[in-house]
């Protein structure tokens, strides 16, 4: 092989590697570790990736942020623990649908 094809073997190799497409993120992962670490929930990852994609669902259906804000608030929930499922709700919408934010 001669120098100027190595070059350009070379050369369209590293384009290749550049143009690679990344990985798909894992947004289960990312929200959960959200969760985990900013909040104190004790629900188990199923329930709250399925909490979290359930917001996404009603937002898709028509319903608002302030929708979802008037149902929480709606809960029996105290205050703090009122707060906390805001949260959990609100990192949910931001990784799942941030289209919704």
């Given at each position: 092989m001669g120098k100027l094809a190595a070059i350009t073997l070379a050369g369209a190799l590293l384009l290749?590697?550049?143009s690679a497409p990344e990985p798909p993120i894992d947004k289960d992962a990312v929200y959960l570790?959200?969760?985990?670490?900013?909040t104190?929930?004790?629900s188990s990852d199923s329930d709250l990736v399925?909490?979290?994609?359930?917001?996404?669902?009603?937002?898709?259906?028509?319903?608002?942020m302030k929708d979802l804000?008037?149902?929480v608030a709606a809960t029996g929930?105290?205050?703090t623990s009122k707060l906390e499922l805001a949260r959990i709700v609100g990192f949910g919408v931001g990784?799942?649908?941030?289209?919704?934010?």
């Open positions: 290749a590697g550049c570790k959200l969760v985990h670490e900013k104190g929930s004790t399925d909490m979290a994609k359930g917001a996404c669902g009603q937002l898709k259906d028509g319903r608002t804000q008037n149902d929930l105290t205050q990784v799942y649908c941030p289209e919704f934010l």
